[in-house]
């Protein structure tokens, strides 16, 4: 089982409407992707409740993608989590983009613009740009 999160992605006085969350498995063995997008209440200082709001469960097949599309996030902050689990769980990586109104892509803040877990889930590289700009342990240490 591997847990992926974005942390919490500002959204205020930005152009962010929607998210597309992306799966794939690139392995042999079938796994099940759970999907969960929370909104943080009362985001501007101090602590927040995370709010679940989208909470989705699929099967992807050896060499399937799961796109999870249009994901309404014109919130002050949300955050993604996606969990894999089963015998492919391994073997998902899992990518995060932002749409506008018109459903242009957006920027994110550079950490989460694009994250990618590597498929023996020993790191997850961080890139902007299809630039790695930092690696992920799975214990939560940033190296670079």
């Known amino acids: 089982m591997a847990i992926f999160t974005t942390g919490a992605i500002e959204n205020r006085g930005r152009e962010i409407k929607s998210l597309v969350v992306r799966g794939a498995n690139v392995?042999?063995?079938?796994a099940d992707v759970l999907?969960?997008?929370?909104?943080?209440?009362n985001a501007a200082d101090g602590p927040s409740v995370q709010q679940?709001?989208?909470?989705?469960?699929?099967?992807?097949?050896?060499?399937?993608?799961?796109?999870?599309?249009?994901i309404f996030s014109d919130l002050d902050a949300v955050t993604v989590r996606v969990t894999t689990s089963n015998l492919g769980a391994d073997t998902v990586s899992v990518s995060v983009t932002a749409r506008d109104s018109q459903r242009r892509?957006?920027?994110l803040q550079p950490s989460v613009?694009?994250?990618?877990?590597s498929p023996q889930l020993a790191a997850v590289r961080v890139a902007d740009n299809n630039q790695?700009?930092?690696?992920?342990?799975?214990?939560?240490?940033t190296t670079g």
């Not at 790695?132 to 240490?141: K, Q, S, V």
């Open 27 to 30: 392995g042999t063995q079938a």
């Open 35 to 41: 999907l969960e997008v929370f909104h943080a209440l």
């Open 52 to 70: 679940l709001y989208v909470q989705r469960l699929v099967a992807v097949g050896p060499d399937q993608l799961q796109t999870f599309d249009n």
């Open 105 to 107: 892509l957006t920027g």
């Open 113 to 117: 613009e694009r994250i990618i877990a």
């Open 132 to 141: 790695t700009t930092g690696i992920l342990t799975d214990n939560n240490r």
